[in-house]
């Protein structure tokens, strides 16, 4: 089984600010871990993906994450925070095999302030 | 581009009249996924088609169904929409499972 634990449902940050949103994963095999981002009334846009290559991940948008395997985590961050990055972020991990699925965290809404 | 779309972005039907939604792409992808996203949550799937292959989630309600008559195209179809039923519906796609997903705009279904 696996599964993704967002903390924290609501982030602030000022204009500017280290944006820094958490995931840990739980999983039995080597996990497939994404982040992606929902604006209102959007579908979901990946922002960035890891499946087993480097650790550090870069994104879209100048976002990027690392996957520390012994803290099981796999935290969101972008240096400095833009008006436009306020949206939801959920984070996903999937797995290979044949009953794999994509199980989403509960996300996190990032709310960017003058 | 190759993409994912969805039609209608905004669907308002009538408690118990059947709806159908529908999305397309053109990434040529094996696998198309529907999911269901109520307020402030985070996307449920319903069920997957892999190239042919039916998957439905143990807890999707027998109220929904899917169709994929080609592999550019999957419907889903509410045969008796209930108030509980308005969410956003979320189409996505994967070359195979376990491969990123790529995902529609939606459809926002309001039901009076």
């Known amino acids: 089984a696996q599964s993704v634990t967002q903390l924290g449902s609501h982030v602030s940050v000022s204009e500017g600010a280290l944006v820094l949103l958490r995931c840990n994963y739980s999983?039995?095999?080597?996990?497939?871990l994404f982040w992606y981002v929902q604006y209102p009334n959007q579908g979901l846009q990946l922002l960035l993906k890891?499946?087993?290559?480097?650790?550090l991940v870069k994104g879209i948008n100048g976002f990027e994450a690392e996957f520390k395997k012994s803290e099981t985590s796999f935290h969101l961050t972008k240096p400095s925070a833009h008006m436009s990055d306020a949206a939801e972020y959920f984070c996903?991990?999937?797995?290979?095999?044949?009953?794999?699925?994509?199980?989403f965290g509960t996300g996190t809404r990032l709310q960017v302030t003058l | 581009d190759a993409m994912v779309i969805q039609n209608p972005r905004y669907q308002v039907t009538q408690f118990g009249k059947p709806v159908t939604l529908s999305c397309s792409q053109t990434?040529?992808?094996?696998?198309m996924y529907w999911y269901q996203q109520k307020s402030s949550q985070a996307p449920k799937l319903l069920f997957h088609?892999?190239?042919?292959?039916?998957?439905n989630e143990a807890d999707t309600p027998d109220n929904f169904q899917s169709r994929r008559p080609n592999t550019s195209f999957c419907f889903l179809d509410i045969r008796s929409p209930g108030l509980g039923d308005a969410a956003m519906y979320l189409c996505?796609?994967?070359?195979?499972?376990?491969?990123?997903?790529?995902f529609g705009p939606g459809t926002r279904l309001l039901v009076l």
């Open positions: 890891y499946t087993s290559a480097a650790t």
């Open positions: 996903a991990v999937t797995t290979t095999g044949t009953a794999s699925k994509l199980t």
């Open positions: 088609y892999y190239d042919k292959d039916f998957n």
């Open positions: 999983s039995s095999v080597p996990p497939y």
């Open positions: 996505a796609t994967s070359s195979r499972r376990a491969e990123t997903q790529y």
């Open positions: 990434l040529n992808h094996n696998v």
